[in-house]
């Protein structure tokens, strides 16, 4: 549940990025050494060309696949709703992952939320 709510914020901030113009590698060069730094970022960056070994560079192929991802966050919300824990990131990550997955991405590595948010923005996913 945490590297799934980690990653939709980092691939958040890289579509975000994009639509205001700003270069990819200077984000990924400022955030990677300040408080943004995550493992979703400095090893698995979700956009492609900061970090070419990630399956970004590989349009999203091999990795953790999004289905996985699904079926993890389903069973962490499960759990806690077993014992009445809060979890509105994860719930809302779960929802992400489900829409993801609805539109024939689960057999991507996780990290293409970034390609389905990119979609989103430029309305070519409903």
């Not at 980092?10 to 050494?33: C, H, N, P, Y």
């Not at 400095?42 to 192929?61: E, I, K, Q």
């Not at 509105?88 to 390609?115: M, T």
Request: glycine share 12%; hydrophobic share 45%.
């Amino acid at each position: 549940m945490m590297l799934a709510v980690a990653m939709c914020g980092v691939a958040e901030a890289f579509v975000m990025a994009d639509k205001l113009g700003l270069d990819r590698q200077k984000l990924w060069d400022i955030t990677s050494t300040s408080t943004g730094q995550s493992w979703a970022l400095t090893t698995y960056c979700p956009a492609p060309g900061p970090v070419p070994t990630a399956p970004s560079g590989r349009d999203y192929t091999g990795g953790f696949a999004s289905a996985l991802m699904l079926k993890d966050l389903k069973l962490a919300q499960d759990a806690a709703e077993s014992v009445g824990a809060p979890t509105p990131l994860g719930a809302h990550a779960a929802e992400i992952y489900q829409a993801l997955n609805d539109a024939g991405e689960g057999g991507r590595d996780f990290s293409v939320v970034f390609k389905w948010l990119s979609g989103l923005a430029r309305g070519e996913v409903a």
